[in-house]
């Protein structure tokens, strides 16, 4: 077992000129914690996760989170905390001039994750 418990959130950050990249940080039988990079005009597509929960912890950067099948969304930013609970949609846009960086943390390691349909 790895007995590492301080993790360098900037280490696991990875840039792409395509889709954001999931960098994971550590998982373990209970939970999985991974590092979000997303460049301005990027998008992580919503999803569910219909067993858990997904927490994320805004590091820099804002963006469009959606809430809902319908595609509303809420502001995020840096400093925030935002939850989805389990089987809630969730997924952002990156609207800042930075990029949108952000650390999850999915529990437990069972939550399954379902993509949405793409909306029109």
């Known amino acids: 077992m790895n007995s590492q418990r301080v993790f360098k959130s900037c280490d696991h950050m990875q840039v792409s000129e395509g889709e954001p990249i999931r960098s994971v940080v550590q998982e373990s039988e209970h939970s ?16 569910t996760h219909p067993n858990g929960q997904d927490t994320w912890t805004i590091l820099s950067g804002h963006g469009d989170y959606q809430i809902d099948e319908q595609g509303n969304t809420v502001k995020v930013t840096s400093g925030d905390v935002v939850v989805a609970r389990k089987g809630q949609v969730h997924g952002v846009k990156c609207t800042s001039l930075e990029p949108l960086r952000f650390i999850s943390v999915v529990a437990p390691i069972e939550a399954g994750y379902v993509l949405l349909p793409a909306r029109a």
């Open 32 to 47: 999985v914690i991974v590092a979000w990079h997303v460049e301005p005009g990027q998008s992580i597509a919503a999803h």
